[in-house]
């Protein structure tokens, strides 16, 4: 249990900027996500804290122990590979030992620990099978337990759940979670998968092209994006994003991009003719049939039945957006309809892409 | 379509029954020849004897060979197994300037060494070195021949070992001594099992290097050893040739079944876990 603190790294491959100027503190027990397409630079600050790649610039610290070009062996910390990387020639308790083994531990010591921590992820009736015999599940699970058992100060997961099918990942998901709040070690999570993250993490960190565009806790990523990308990448669908400009019409301002014009309420604080983006999620976007022809009118495009839910696909003249709404009769592709917003959860983004602070109505 | 198929079917047969018989008779005569009392260059099972046995058992140099042959492809074997592993695991895993140089030339002198043609520089070395009429000598001599070929093999079969397993065997602690013992070498045993078989194989069959090199008949391996069984003007005592021939066959079998047991055989790293 220790905390992790990232100073100004910086780390080049080649011509290619992997990291540029990362500097983040992960606190003691956190659960902590690094999020981000791939090639955004999320692996490498996993392999960084790992010791697998070293830092060109820049500091790493892990307690109060300066780790940034120590070997990884010596830097306490336990990592589960994408791949679980087992070793194909040993049997179960051989590869949840080795850490022990090669450390020299005890016989006597490794057996105990080996078995609790076997009991403690249902690993027994196992012990004695190779990993090629083992399901993805149980070799995930042996995976941590290789983790578990040398009781690291972080917990490196790299994305440990991608070669899971669905189901499985749910399961997963819980467990390692569980695990992770048992133990109350630091675990550093990469996935590109923004569901995981949101679900997992105490906070999570959005990469972009080797830099942090955001840290934050998943509920604040999600109700207060930093910037387009985040908006763009975080939520089961991406958020509808109109650049378009502001408009005084009497004393009313208004939104406009085109054909779609939406009114805007109440002061926000931003001048007439402002360039900008507005951000909408799906879950706030809704429509009726158009009685009175009102102002902003759309076509439906197309509509994707997804059990209990809906997403409907609406185009304003050029603007498309995206709306998803509980089941209902599902609309007529082609029928024209009136929009409705739940204008709380507008957004609004400036001409750089990035949030405009307290523009929220 | 299919009546041709049919038709042509007893031809490709017969052909195929020619060719089987063809490469057969050989071994037939070989396991049939040792145990004739009247052996002739034809296959034929009568008179059984262990007379040809008898008489290679009463010669010792030819009993002398076996333990020579044994040296000397043994040794190469083990000296090329084990700089033939570290050196192309090196080249697999690092990255420096001048690699594929490297690589390259060694594919060049991988078929120059133990040519014919390297054979007077090769005794030359040896003489200046005072390696001639030494077992070392001749190990020498066979490994260096056979390390450029092995250290491919291994280097490509080392390239399809995924990392993820040294780099977790790295974070879970390991020394880089550890590493390579505990992971890398036993992912790695199937194709170093086949560069053992085919060292051995190799050398035990080479004639020229031994020949040239050792003097004494208290040194020579088998494969020069079996001139001891041709008459003083040069003919082939048939027999007992066939019978040293048959025991010169057995340890390669014996090595070949006993590493393919212990370790499989495997032209490909890729393991999947």
Not at chain 1, 99 to 118: D, F, M, N, W, Y
Not at chain 1, 263 to 292: H, Y
Not at chain 2, 154 to 179: H, N, T
Not at chain 2, 180 to 204: K, S
Request: hydrophobic share 45%; charged share 20%; net charge positive.
């Amino acid at each position: 249990m220790a905390k992790l603190v990232f100073k100004d790294i910086h780390k080049q491959f080649g011509n290619h900027t992997a990291l540029e100027g990362i500097s983040v503190e992960i606190a003691e027990g956190e659960f902590f996500t690094l999020l981000g397409p791939s090639g955004c630079g999320k692996t490498t600050m996993l392999r960084l804290i790992a010791g697998l790649e070293t830092a060109d610039k820049g500091e790493i610290w892990i307690g109060d122990r300066d780790v940034t070009y120590l070997p990884p062996g010596q830097r306490k910390v336990a990592m589960v590979f994408q791949n679980y990387a087992l070793y194909p020639h040993m049997t179960v308790a051989e590869n949840i030992s080795y850490p022990l083994v090669i450390k020299k531990t005890p016989g006597g010591r490794i057996q105990e620990k080996v078995k609790s921590v076997a009991e403690r992820l249902s690993l027994k009736g196992l012990l004695q099978r190779m990993p090629s015999q083992l399901s993805g599940g149980q070799q995930q699970r042996v995976a941590v337990a290789r983790a578990m058992v040398q009781d690291p100060l972080v917990y490196l997961f790299d994305e440990p759940l991608s070669n899971l099918d669905a189901k499985l990942r749910q399961e997963a998901r819980r467990f390692l979670k569980r695990i992770q709040k048992e133990t109350g070690i630091t675990a550093v999570y990469v996935t590109h998968d923004q569901t995981e993250a949101m679900a997992m993490s105490d906070r999570v960190a959005v990469l972009k092209d080797g830099r942090l565009i955001q840290v934050a806790s998943p509920e604040t990523i999600y109700t207060e994006p930093a910037d387009v990308f985040v908006a763009g990448f975080v939520g089961s669908l991406p958020m509808n994003l109109i650049e378009g400009k502001l408009e005084k019409e009497g004393r009313d301002l208004r939104f406009s991009a085109g054909e779609f014009s939406v009114g805007i309420d109440e002061n926000i604080g931003l001048a007439n003719g402002a360039k900008l983006t507005l951000g909408i999620r799906p879950e706030q976007v809704f429509f009726e049939p158009d009685s009175d022809g009102g102002r902003t009118r759309a076509v439906i495009d197309d509509v994707e039945q997804l059990g209990s839910e809906m997403t409907v696909s609406l185009s304003i003249g050029e603007v498309i957006l995206l709306s998803r709404i509980p089941k209902s009769r599902p609309p007529k592709t082609g029928e024209r309809v009136k929009l409705r917003f739940d204008k709380s959860g507008f957004h609004f983004f400036d001409e750089c892409g990035n949030r405009i602070a307290g523009a929220k109505i | 379509m299919m009546r041709t198929r049919y038709g042509t079917r007893p031809f490709i047969l017969a052909a195929l029954v020619l060719i089987g018989v063809f490469f057969l008779l050989p071994l037939l005569w070989l396991v049939s020849t040792p145990f004739s009392a009247e052996p002739t260059l034809a296959v034929k099972f009568s008179q059984p004897s262990l007379g040809n046995f008898l008489k290679i058992a009463a010669n010792r140099t030819a009993l002398i060979a076996f333990k020579n042959s044994l040296i000397l492809s043994g040794g190469a074997m083990i000296l090329v197994v084990v700089l033939g592993s570290l050196a192309a695991y090196s080249l697999s895993r690092a990255n420096f300037s001048g690699k594929q140089a490297i690589l390259s030339v060694l594919l060049l002198f991988s078929s120059v060494v133990t040519g014919v043609a390297a054979m007077v520089p090769i005794y030359t070395l040896n003489s200046r070195l005072h390696l001639i009429d030494t077992h070392i000598g001749v190990i020498l001599i066979f490994a260096a021949g056979f390390l450029p070929t092995a250290i491919f093999i291994l280097k490509d079969f080392m390239d399809r070992i995924p990392r993820a397993y040294e780099e977790a065997a790295l974070v879970d602690g390991s020394s880089p001594v550890q590493l390579f013992r505990y992971v890398a070498f036993p992912l790695a045993r199937q194709g170093l099992a086949v560069i053992a078989v085919l060292t051995f194989v190799n050398t035990w069959s080479n004639f020229l290097v031994p020949f040239v090199l050792i003097r004494s008949n208290e040194k020579i391996p088998i494969a020069v050893a079996i001139y001891q069984f041709f008459s003083e003007v040069g003919i082939p005592r048939i027999g007992v040739i066939s019978a040293y021939s048959l025991l010169y066959t057995l340890p390669v079998l014996v090595i070949y079944f006993w590493i393919s047991r212990r370790y499989g055989f495997g032209f490909f790293g890729g393991i999947k876990g």
